[in-house]
Every structure is written in C-alpha cells, then in structure tokens.
C-alpha cells in the first residue's frame, strides 16, 4: 500500500516538473523562471526522497543538502544581477 502511494505521489511531482518547465523556458520575466526553477529543484529533493524510501537507500538522500544549496547560490547570484546588475565581486 506504501509503494502505490510513494510511486503516486513520484508521477504527481514528475507531471509537476514538466508544467513548470514551460514557465521556467517561457516565463514572462526572470523573476517567474527563478521562482519555476527553484520549484522544480525542491520538488526534485522531493522525488529523491521518496525514492530513497521507496528503494529502502539512505545513501540517496546524501544529494539532497548539496542540492539544496546550489539553488539558494542561484537565488543569490540572481537577486544581485537583477539590483545591480552585474555579479562581480
């Protein structure tokens, strides 16, 4: 009963990921491609997660910190291009 629900919940996140992929390639402005980006990177760290439950791997979630953290950089970089626009030092 676990597994259908694990595996429901993996094809819901996956239909997701490729609606939001639309507005990250077609978004009206920068500000929704980030915010479609950064939404497909945590639902990602979602299916990650269920898959490690799902294949009983805790070696899975070892990807999910490093993961989390280069699109917290992303938003960074991203919000101080968009004040000063430019990303030097």
Known sequence: ????VIIGGIIA???GIALLSVIAVKGPTI???????DTITYFTLVIFSL???LLKQSLLTVTLIPLALWVYAL???VSKYLISGDLGA
Do not use: N
């Open 75 to 77: 938003d960074v970089y």
């Open 13 to 15: 996140y996956t239909i």
């Open 51 to 53: 898959l490690a439950i």
């Open 31 to 37: 500000g929704d491609q980030v915010l479609a980006i």
């Open 1 to 4: 009963m676990l597994e259908f």
